[in-house]
């Protein structure tokens, strides 16, 4: 390298000579009526010329070769793709298709041909995590109606065949949902633990898959909710793609459900409160009065309107009257359950 670098640098002191050498020619060779600049720039542009001096210090290795640029332009880039070679931990043999979606045959026939899948999952224990490969196998069955072979429903979900777990897919939902953790870093992060790459729609598809799991989860919390006494509810405004929509939490206090709708609009809520029997304790947004239960209005949201009515109307003396009646009624009532707790 240094080697190099002196050269460049001898080639330079050449350059400076040879641009003197050839000024000091064209000057001694001008007329008295032109004007020796000209030509004096004009040199200085011919050794300035990016042509000059090939073997100068170069970033980019294409560079360094422009005759066999042509050479190495049609050559393929890149590594071709291989498929990932998976030793499996487990082979595992699974009952043939009994059913027919296309015509409703729940008849078929084995068939002699073969089907098998490759699961990869994670095993969670309390010292850590662990990947685990399956092999899963099964003989088609023929539909007698169709004539298709047909593969056991528990290969696809929607007819997309299965590549992880549900180990694996709990996992991804946990990094997107709980950690909030971008696709980009989800990506790497199973790259570079379990030596897997999963692309951004299968992260979207994993965590889709999920929440089709725990649908019934969700039911049977929403059943906890409507047996409890009280139950509170509320909602916020959320920015999804520049358009403005609702997300809806309801509570007991220990189970928490939380429900998502384009608009304001509490149609919705007659669907799953119709039947509430208890308390309802929400601020005064009028799509909450429609219900058919109790209410109570929340005292934080209370507390906070007169607060920010006040800020409003400094000199409106009948309300700061009205403020602080209310605030004598409401600290006894705070106070005595500071007490009782």
Known sequence: MLTDVLSVLKDRDDAIANIDYYIYAKKSRSSQTDNPLHDQLETILKFAHSSYNKQKIHFHKGEQDNGNKEEKSHKRTGTPHRKKHRKPMRIIQIPQATYCPTCGCDILSPSKKTTERMLVDLTFTKHGVRKSMAKYWAYKGRCPTCRYDLVPHDFAVKGRPQFLGVGFKVWITYLRVALRLPYGNIHMLIQDMFNEDISDPLIIQCIQ??????????????????????????????????????????????????????????????????????????????????????????????????????????????????????????IPIMESIKNMA
């Open 209 to 330: 898959e999920v929440a089709r799991y725990h649908s019934q989860t969700e039911k049977t919390i929403f059943n906890h909710l409507l047996e409890s006494p009280f139950l509170h509810a509320d909602e916020t405004q959320v920015n999804i793609d520049n358009v403005n929509q609702y997300i809806w939490v309801f509570t007991d206090g220990k189970h928490v459900v939380f429900k998502y709708t384009e608009t304001r609009e509490a149609d919705f809520l007659h669907e799953f409160l119709d039947d509430y029997q208890g308390t309802l304790i929400s601020d005064f947004f009028p799509g909450y009065d429609s219900l058919n239960c109790r209410h109570q209005k929340c005292l934080v949201h209370l507390i906070r309107d007169l607060n920010n009515d006040l800020w409003a109307s400094p000199f409106d003396t009948e309300y700061e009257d009205l403020v602080v009646e209310v605030k004598n009624l409401i």
